[in-house]
């Protein structure tokens, strides 16, 4: 009778130790457990990953990114090259254009007149110093007048010059030259002509301006 209480006392020992041992178990099963959850995901660094050409992920995110900023930029300067090159051609063909269709600058004067007795047209120099000085000598109805005497002069009207009195010669069918006829500076200046035929005398004067 004693030997099966003291059995049955020592049967409930051992479960209450193992049961004691199981609660153990759990309870540090449980601390692990809780432990490796309450772990922030967010404080574990990430692994880089290695591309096959040794670069990492975030090194090729980085060029792409970099690839990406710098294509735009280098686009539009290559289009703003492009544009100011043909606006560089344009104004060239319309500067060749202008310089082409400019008319010539003339290198005289072209002067008309006329008396009741005749028509005259003159040509002189239109820049300072000495000029040979054209006429052409008609009546009114266009018939050439030769063998006239026609002196030619220069007068600055501004300062009172009146330069000498220069002959012209006859070189027939109306047309008369006379070498030398001096302008001394820039402005307004007028040429008088004196005119002589069998049919009396005739006086002209033509307005001029004198260039540099």
Same mark, same amino acid.
């Given at each position: 009778?004693?030997? &099966? @209480?003291? @059995? &049955?006392?020592?049967? @409930?020992?051992d479960?209450?130790?193992?049961?004691?041992?199981?609660?153990?178990?759990?309870?540090?099963?449980?601390?692990?457990?809780?432990?490796?959850?309450?772990?922030?995901?967010? #404080?574990?660094?990430?692994?880089?990953?290695?591309?096959?050409?040794?670069?990492?992920?975030?090194?090729?995110?980085? =060029?792409?990114?970099?690839?990406?900023?710098?294509?735009p930029?280098?686009? @539009?300067?290559?289009r703003?090259? &492009?544009?100011?090159?043909?606006?560089v051609?344009?104004?060239?063909?319309?500067?060749?254009?202008?310089?082409?269709?400019?008319?010539?600058?003339?290198?005289?004067?072209?002067?008309?007149?006329?008396?009741?007795?005749?028509?005259?047209?003159? =040509?002189?120099?239109?820049?300072?110093? =000495?000029? #040979?000085?054209?006429?052409?000598? =008609?009546?009114?109805?266009?018939?050439?007048?030769?063998?006239?005497?026609? #002196?030619?002069?220069?007068? #600055?009207?501004?300062?009172?010059?009146?330069?000498?009195?220069?002959?012209?010669?006859?070189?027939?069918?109306?047309?008369? &030259?006379?070498?030398?006829?001096?302008?001394?500076?820039?402005?307004?200046?007028?040429?008088?002509?004196?005119?002589?035929?069998?049919?009396?005398?005739?006086?002209?004067?033509?307005?001029?301006?004198?260039?540099?």
């Amino acid at each position: 009778m004693n030997d &099966r @209480s003291d @059995s &049955r006392a020592i049967d @409930s020992s051992d479960a209450a130790t193992a049961s004691d041992a199981g609660a153990t178990n759990s309870a540090a099963a449980g601390e692990l457990s809780s432990s490796t959850s309450a772990a922030d995901p967010a #404080e574990v660094p990430p692994v880089p990953l290695e591309s096959s050409d040794g670069s990492t992920g975030a090194d090729a995110s980085n =060029t792409a990114t970099a690839e990406q900023d710098s294509g735009p930029i280098g686009g @539009s300067r290559g289009r703003n090259l &492009r544009v100011a090159g043909a606006l560089v051609a344009v104004v060239a063909v319309m500067a060749a254009g202008v310089w082409w269709l400019w008319p010539a600058r003339r290198t005289s004067l072209v002067l008309h007149g006329g008396t009741a007795a005749h028509i005259v047209t003159v =040509t002189a120099g239109h820049r300072v110093g =000495t000029s #040979e000085i054209g006429i052409e000598l =008609t009546d009114r109805s266009g018939n050439p007048v030769s063998h006239a005497m026609i #002196e030619v002069q220069a007068v #600055e009207p501004r300062m009172g010059y009146a330069g000498e009195s220069i002959a012209a010669t006859d070189h027939g069918a109306g047309t008369y &030259r006379a070498p030398n006829v001096p302008f001394m500076m820039t402005g307004p200046w007028q040429l008088r002509l004196s005119i002589t035929t069998v049919d009396g005398a005739d006086n002209l004067s033509l307005p001029l301006w004198i260039g540099g």
